[in-house]
């Protein structure tokens, strides 16, 4: 089955500072990724994502970037601020048939501070 | 439009005693449907997921069940917890080649 990692699992940065979190996945097949922010005691919610078919994508002060060759796909956030301060989690899953069912993969969490 | 519901929201339960969570979702129809564990605020793990009524598969072995008798409510149940059940549960719906939504989440605290 498919294996996410992801890295660091902490990350603090001083606000307009950019911050950059890195994933990989060991599944060829996979070509749907996500990434969610979960804010403490609440549920992730999706903040952006990408399919194989584009290398980069880009949604005001947060852009992904996926490397289909390398299996890696990066979250960067510029100009942080304190309430960027959440657990950023990637996610991987294939649309492909047979039994995946849409089944997505999560990596483990980045704790990212944005210090004033 | 779509919306999804978890309840209940937080949960105190003694060792032994048994489990069942709901969840609903509502201005879809046949979506997939999920059950995930995070145990401390990290790492989602996937307990069960099914794509119609009747359908369940479970991804790891353990302490809990799950059940879709109907095309749009999804239940998770136990009947004996153990301590480490503990978690906080989520429920999350998909339909398409989208991302999942995920419920409000229920925080399990097994005594």
């Known amino acids: 089955g498919e294996n996410v990692e992801q890295h660091p699992s902490t990350l603090s940065v001083q606000e307009g500072d950019s911050a950059v979190i890195k994933c990989t996945y060991s599944?060829?097949?996979?070509?749907?990724f996500p990434w969610y922010k979960q804010e403490l005691g609440k549920r992730p919610q999706l903040i952006i994502d990408?399919?194989?078919?584009?290398g980069e994508k880009k949604d005001q002060r947060i852009a992904v970037t996926l490397n289909k060759t390398a299996k890696h796909f990066s979250l960067h956030i510029t100009e942080t601020q304190p309430e960027d301060s959440a657990v950023y989690f990637c996610?991987?899953?294939?649309?492909?048939?047979?039994?995946?069912?849409?089944?997505?993969?999560f990596g483990q969490g980045t704790i990212l501070t944005v210090h004033p | 439009s779509q919306t999804i519901h978890q309840w209940p929201a937080t949960l105190v339960q003694p060792v032994g005693s048994p489990l069942s969570l709901e969840c609903t979702v509502e201005g879809t129809s046949n979506p997939n449907l999920y059950w995930y564990r995070q145990a401390a605020g990290r790492g989602l793990q996937l307990l069960f997921y099914s794509v119609g009524i009747g359908q369940i598969s479970s991804e790891v072995p353990q302490n809990l069940s799950a059940s879709r008798p109907q095309d749009r409510q999804f239940i998770l149940s136990s009947k004996k917890l153990l301590l480490s059940d503990s978690g906080f549960y989520l429920c999350?719906?998909?339909?398409?080649?989208?991302?999942?939504?995920f419920g409000s989440g229920t925080r399990l605290t097994v005594v």
């Open positions: 990408i399919r194989s078919n584009v």
């Open positions: 996610a991987a899953s294939s649309s492909a048939g047979g039994t995946s069912y849409g089944k997505l993969t």
């Open positions: 599944d060829s097949a996979s070509n749907y």
């Open positions: 999350a719906w998909k339909q398409g080649v989208g991302g999942y939504t």
